[in-house]
């Protein structure tokens, strides 16, 4: 989605309603185009709302028991709170300065409103897993409240809501005569997670026990069933965020963006059950899980403009790069990361914004890159995606350290040795994960 | 009386207690363990990474017994329980100086 | 959906045909607007039918491991069940007298027999929660049989079937010159199935070691991942179950039930983080999730006829009913309702009903109230949703009341005590829920 | 889904289109018809996708906890591995053979790849479950090889891609003047995994401790609620896998086939409460399970050619077979099945292919069987899903046999005797189910 | 000093927990077991195919005690144990020579 | 032969077991238990009603060790365990008369 689209297709909505936007009249029936394009987009929200139950259970499942309370706490209040919080700023802010607290909507907005809101409480919720079993309830609360208000929107607004990435007045925009381009998000929801990941967990610190001399020890989590089931369920969701990103039912490019997504998924897992099996013997299933949703997350940005055999690779290269990112981050930066999110979030993403500027095939779509990338003989789209990817780190980085740092001076980010050691679910919220006592079968 | 304690495979679990069954051993008690003796553990990966888990999950068995019944129990368990590879497991014999049925109150070897 | 909608929809659809209803030709396409309903509740109805596995996982997390197979069986039976008697009977006594086992019916009977056949099943599984650990299976499949020949369809058809409350020819109608409104059921689906289990948590009787010395003590359940998990799916299949009860894809309404039905479950669940957080001193899992679901409950009626801030609200006042009703249910009432089905969905879907009345703007839409609210200066609306209230909980209270101590003289309502002790799994269904026996290890 | 309907959607989406069908252009928007069928497929597709959630709740709850990781890691693989040889060979194989690596692929031939290669793994991964908790992992990854390449797309082919069963020129379709019919694939999909299974199983031979001198003993499976969510997700899925194979969102006949997916469930699932309860005196949950699957699987074929109340006697005679033939594997043929994947998709496909050639109601539909079944006094088109279903078991069996034979050479079929103990957990993955040890907590 | 074990019916847990806490007798080890005695155990079933859980799920209860205790410590078990059918559990003593305790260090009887 | 049975806190365990392998001593059997002493437990709650579970996570260590090793098990675990605050545990000597090995049979002391 980038400016040019979002205008398109407020006109197209607005052309379809009788009078101005903000005295629409309520008891006609919608356009039967338009009402295509509502159902569409809320069907393909619901998939996305789904996918916070993929990551509560995924990050419940790779996690220890002793704080699996607490990381289903933070699942529900993150879309709760980023719901509350977009809908007061985090969509004016990112789209349309008149719309704080939903004002001036219609029924447009209203449609709109729900498929971005699902995608703000995705990146927000990213972080959960990075600092899981260690960060304070009170400090995510705070983090989720000021991703879905400032960096998120903000970053957002640059690439889809017409800032100077994507307008056709911005300088840059002018000199290279291509828009950045991330189609549904690889880096504006799944990068901007993952690198306000990578700052929350060096902020807060390993796990006790993560690394003994240095040196980095497993930490099994408790119920691979549950991630499992958090995997697939992502992977389902995530057929209704890259899908319904065309923002328009009857645009035809959603069924290649469909075949591309699931296609870079397939790739991402398969590569990551070679590599284990190659590098450790046995193909391993906690890197299988985060290979399959580092394809999703690779083939985010590009899928709408590129070829399936392009997915493939795409898919395939997300998969190494989650795996050697993986080992990256806790052999040599010493980062404890107990689900994967920076990897699979942050550097996938990543590739999956550069893979449009070599992949893309510059096929002319209602929207798509528009701009052919390296392979087909195309610089400046490569070199825009470059920049993207350049202000996205250094936007998120800045403003997630900035963040993390005034939480952590309020109310502090970490809890104490006492309650990391006997558990977050009792120290935090009174309860366990699996309550029942002895006596009481 | 003698309790007799074994720490046996719980694979074998089954085919002891039918065994101590047919010998006319009913009562026992059985709880999951987990033990280390000269069997090394088992390596398990996660992401890649090695862990040791050097505690294998076991079951023990206590049984309490007639002095007279300690030794055919232990002859019973270990030929049932034994592999002939490391992590077959022990057994030992300790002293029970009484025994009371909770339900009728009853002491002594009629307890057992 | 009133009286006035169905005839509207029906109408639609059937000139949308060739000839008359019942012999329509199959061979030939369905006009693209009819085709685009038909779709939608296709898969709006999916998704309220995917709340069973929510039901089935909320209260299986939320009750003792050793009844777990017990909750779950009773789940899959009541989908089951309710489905055949729907079928049978319940869709004809509630629509149309002429389609006693779908005699008669075209493809626009099945559809609206789908998505209302998933409709019945939600009003019957709420009691389900309620009676836990203690019913009898065949107590509980008996009630099934009654709420969804009986208590449903016979309340359903005086709301959305033409009756007295939402017929043109009632004299209450003509008196007070508003039909009685709920949108997609606060009343018609949660609160009949609220206080039908009040009557049955009552009628059964707490659970052993519930009230001791008449102090209630804390049973907690066995799986807060199972809870959780219910939570998110019953959230997803709520935006089917809301969005999908304009009964037609091309009322432009539903983004904003949509976009109600999401603030109202946000505002639900961050209100029970922080009544608990101040009441309990830790933010509490087991409230967090009702919360959610109160939210939704109480905007399931307002959700086409009220602004996003009044979403806000009313999902806020729900939490705080939830809560309040919880405590009061346990302390005043000495009622054992392990799952908090009856503050969620009687108490929560009673202030949804009266809540059109207050918030209602009166914008005149296809399918909404349609008249001001207490808010907006109208009164008769109000005193037409007190009305229904009253109707409402007086029909279900009684029948529940006849159908229990009818079942209870014919099987019995509750297992004896050992069977409650040893667990409904063994006893009932000769199987445990998580059946590995130590030596199978 | 026949030939002829294949050839008619084709033509429709391709006059849609302005110039050749592999020039299309993609700045257009699509027809708003055909972008309601794209969009229908897309959602229908995606809720076959979740199908692989429900298969892998299904069989890890259906098994024991040692095989657990074994069992999700077959899951996944199952569906990345299927996805890439469809896009290989698969869908090239089984309707067009100029699409090898989706080449000269349209919108229209993505919308139904995707749709078909959800499909074409849900055939594969039948076999997972039966020869759960024995089979090699790498023997497994094999056989999903052989099954999406040849087996599945092979006899798809011949029944839904203008083969020799459902070709206008073919000999025997001229002779007796019907079409085989099998709507969604109880055929196609269910009986060909469900065979395949019967062999795997067979070849695999027992698991340890199955049968005791003969006979049979219970194994139980190490968690319900894993099993019930699998169901719940089978069946929501289920919806889409029946209703989207109308492949055209404008047959008004996906009511119908709603309407019968849905009781036909509720029938096969109360079936095997009423028979469990009476043979084993106790109301079974694993066969309740199975027996709402068996359903499925039984009105699969039949949906769209059926009236309700057949839907029912389908469903119920669908949960019989379930129940008897699970028991003559067990007592007669000594076969051990988990989780029972070969009564439910094997014996009730093929009973579902065969219903069709009893219950068809002979009305003229876009797509139906269009021709009448014994009950209404039709003989032919009995026969030709005799002659079908005869065709699917010898393929079938025949290829299964061969592709195992030939994998026990390569690799050899079975885990050693050691791993079947310990678990495959450990022996083939290097870690547990829920690894969280004694000292993490 | 003495070790009093006794394994009992989960449910009977809470109240003899209470009864001796009320007697003095806090310190206590408990641990889920399963046990066989003259109890015959329940059948189940999975598919309709019946099997025996001849090992009942119990509760152990672990307390060392000075000698001088150990009748009023048994007499209460049995008293709140007891509920007169089979299954209601044993109670086994054997001799403790040394109890520490590991945060102070102390020994013998003041340690328990 | 003695057996020592130290009760001590769930996350202690992974540096006693370390401390007692350093010595030497490798052969041990490891149990969940819940156990109560001086501490009070923690309170609990579920939907804001408060509950205490005075039962909490310990796990015990038992080890058969020669009588003149016992001493030296006793101080290894005493120091890797204690924390000074309540709640670090019991330990329990006690006799045991015979320990047979299952793989071998081997007898007494070399059974160990
Ligand atoms: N000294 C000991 N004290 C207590 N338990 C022991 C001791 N030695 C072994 N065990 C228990 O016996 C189990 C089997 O011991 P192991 O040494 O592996 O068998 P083996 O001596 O036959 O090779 C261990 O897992 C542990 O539970
Ligand atoms: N000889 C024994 N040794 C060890 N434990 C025993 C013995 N006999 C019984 N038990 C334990 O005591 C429990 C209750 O015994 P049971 O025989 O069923 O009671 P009762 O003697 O009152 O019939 C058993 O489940 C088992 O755990
Ligand atoms: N008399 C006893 N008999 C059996 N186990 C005991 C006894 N006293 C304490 N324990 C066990 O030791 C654990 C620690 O005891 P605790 O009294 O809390 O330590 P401390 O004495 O250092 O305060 C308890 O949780 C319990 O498992």
């Given at each position: 989605?980038?400016?040019?689209?979002?205008l398109?297709?407020i006109a197209?909505?607005?052309?379809?309603m009788l009078?101005?936007a903000?005295?629409?009249?309520?008891?006609?029936?919608a356009?039967?185009?338009?009402?295509?394009?509502?159902?569409w987009?809320?069907l393909?929200?619901a998939?996305v709302?789904?996918?916070?139950a993929?990551?509560?259970?995924l990050?419940?499942?790779?996690?220890r028991?002793?704080?699996?309370?607490?990381?289903?706490?933070?699942n529900?209040?993150n879309i709760?709170?980023?719901?509350?919080i977009f809908?007061?700023v985090?969509?004016?802010i990112?789209f349309?300065?008149s719309?704080?607290f939903?004002a001036?909507?219609?029924?447009?907005?209203?449609?709109?409103?729900?498929?971005q809101?699902?995608?703000?409480?995705?990146?927000a919720?990213?972080?959960?897993?990075?600092?899981a079993?260690?960060?304070?309830f009170s400090?995510?609360?705070?983090?989720?409240v000021?991703?879905g208000?400032?960096?998120?929107?903000?970053?957002?607004?640059?690439?889809?809501?017409?800032g100077?990435?994507?307008?056709d007045?911005?300088?840059?925009?002018?000199?290279?005569?291509?828009?950045?381009?991330?189609?549904a998000?690889?880096?504006?929801v799944?990068?901007?997670g993952?690198?306000?990941?990578?700052?929350?967990?060096m902020?807060?610190?390993?796990?006790?026990g993560k690394?003994v001399?240095?040196e980095?020890?497993?930490?099994?989590?408790?119920s691979?069933p549950?991630a499992?089931?958090?995997?697939?369920l992502?992977?389902f969701?995530w057929?209704?965020?890259n899908?319904?990103?065309t923002?328009?039912?009857l645009?035809?490019?959603l069924n290649?963006?469909?075949?591309?997504t699931?296609?870079a998924s397939?790739?991402?897992?398969?590569?990551a059950?070679l590599?284990?099996w190659?590098k450790h013997k046995?193909p391993?299933?906690?890197?299988?899980?985060?290979?399959l949703?580092?394809?999703?997350?690779?083939?985010?940005?590009?899928?709408?403009?590129?070829?399936?055999?392009?997915a493939?690779v795409?898919?395939?290269i997300?998969?190494l790069?989650m795996?050697?990112?993986?080992m990256?981050n806790?052999n040599?930066?010493?980062?404890?990361d107990?689900?994967g999110?920076i990897?699979?979030h942050?550097y996938?993403?990543t590739w999956?914004v550069?893979s449009?500027?070599?992949f893309?095939?510059?096929?002319?779509?209602l929207?798509a890159?528009n701009?052919p990338?390296?392979?087909?003989?195309?610089?400046?789209l490569?070199?825009?995606?470059v920049?993207?990817?350049?202000v996205?780190?250094?936007?998120?980085?800045?403003?997630?350290?900035?963040?993390?740092?005034?939480i952590?001076?309020?109310?502090g980010l970490r809890v104490?040795?006492?309650?990391?050691?006997?558990?977050?679910?009792?120290?935090?919220?009174?309860?366990?994960?699996?309550?029942e006592?002895?006596?009481?079968? | 009386?003698?309790?007799?304690?074994?720490?046996?495979?719980?694979?074998k679990?089954?085919e002891?207690?039918?065994?101590?069954e047919e010998?006319?051993?009913?009562?026992?008690t059985?709880t999951?363990?987990?033990?280390?003796?000269?069997?090394?553990?088992i390596?398990?990966?996660?992401?890649?990474?090695?862990?040791?888990?050097?505690?294998?999950?076991?079951?023990?068995?206590?049984?309490?017994?007639?002095?007279?019944?300690?030794?055919?129990?232990?002859?019973i368990?270990?030929?049932?329980?034994r592999?002939?590879s490391?992590?077959?497991?022990k057994?030992?014999?300790?002293t029970?100086?009484?025994?009371i049925?909770?339900r009728?109150?009853?002491?002594?070897?009629?307890?057992i």
């Open positions: 989605m980038d400016w040019k689209k979002i398109l297709i197209v909505v607005q052309m379809c009078g101005s903000f005295a629409e009249n309520w008891s006609e029936e356009d039967v185009k338009t009402a295509l394009t509502y159902v987009l809320v393909a929200g998939l709302f789904l996918m916070h993929g990551f509560a259970m990050e419940s499942g790779f996690t028991q002793k704080n699996t309370v607490n990381i289903l706490m933070k529900i209040a709760a709170i980023t719901g509350l809908w007061a985090g969509y004016a990112m349309d300065r719309n704080f939903l001036n909507a219609d029924s447009s907005t209203y449609n709109l409103w729900f498929f809101m699902v995608f703000a409480a995705t990146a919720t990213i972080v959960s897993g990075a600092v079993e260690r960060m304070k400090a995510f609360l705070l983090y989720v000021w991703m208000a400032i960096i998120y929107p903000i970053y957002g607004h640059w690439i889809w809501g017409g100077f990435l994507s307008s007045t911005s300088p840059i925009v002018k000199l290279l005569g291509v828009y950045a381009h991330d189609f998000g690889s880096g504006v799944h990068a901007v993952g690198y306000a990941a990578l700052i929350g967990a902020l807060v610190g390993p796990r006790i690394f001399k240095g980095p020890k497993a930490i099994p989590g408790h691979i549950l499992a089931l958090g995997a697939f992502l992977a969701g057929i209704g965020f899908a319904g990103s923002l328009n039912a645009d035809k490019n290649l963006v469909v075949v591309n699931m296609l397939f790739a991402g897992a398969t590569t059950i590599i284990t190659i046995k391993d299933v906690a890197f299988t899980i985060n290979g949703l580092a394809g999703l997350v690779s083939i985010t940005a590009p899928c709408g403009s590129v070829d399936p055999w392009a493939v795409i898919g395939a997300g998969g790069i795996y050697f990112g993986y990256f806790e040599r930066l010493k980062i404890d107990p689900v999110a990897p699979v942050g996938a993403g999956g550069l449009v500027g070599i893309s095939n510059g096929v002319e779509k929207y890159a701009a990338g390296l392979l087909y003989g195309g610089i400046n490569f070199v825009m995606q920049i993207s990817v350049v996205n780190i250094v936007w998120t980085t800045a403003m997630a350290y900035i963040g993390f740092k005034l952590d001076k309020l109310v104490d040795k006492e309650a990391e050691i006997k558990g977050l679910d009792v120290m935090e919220h009174r309860t366990q994960a699996y309550p006592f002895i006596s009481e079968r | 009386m003698k309790k007799v304690e074994a720490i046996i495979r719980p694979e679990l089954e002891v207690k039918h065994a101590l010998a006319g051993f009913i009562g026992m059985v999951e363990v987990k033990g280390r003796g000269r069997q090394k553990g390596e398990q990966q996660w992401r890649g990474r090695k862990y040791r888990v050097d505690l294998l999950p076991k079951v023990k068995i206590e049984m309490v017994v007639k002095d007279e019944d300690v030794d055919r129990v232990i002859d368990i270990i030929e049932k329980a592999t002939g490391i992590g077959d497991g057994i030992f014999v300790s029970v100086e009484e025994v049925r909770v009728t109150g009853e002491k002594g070897e009629k307890a």
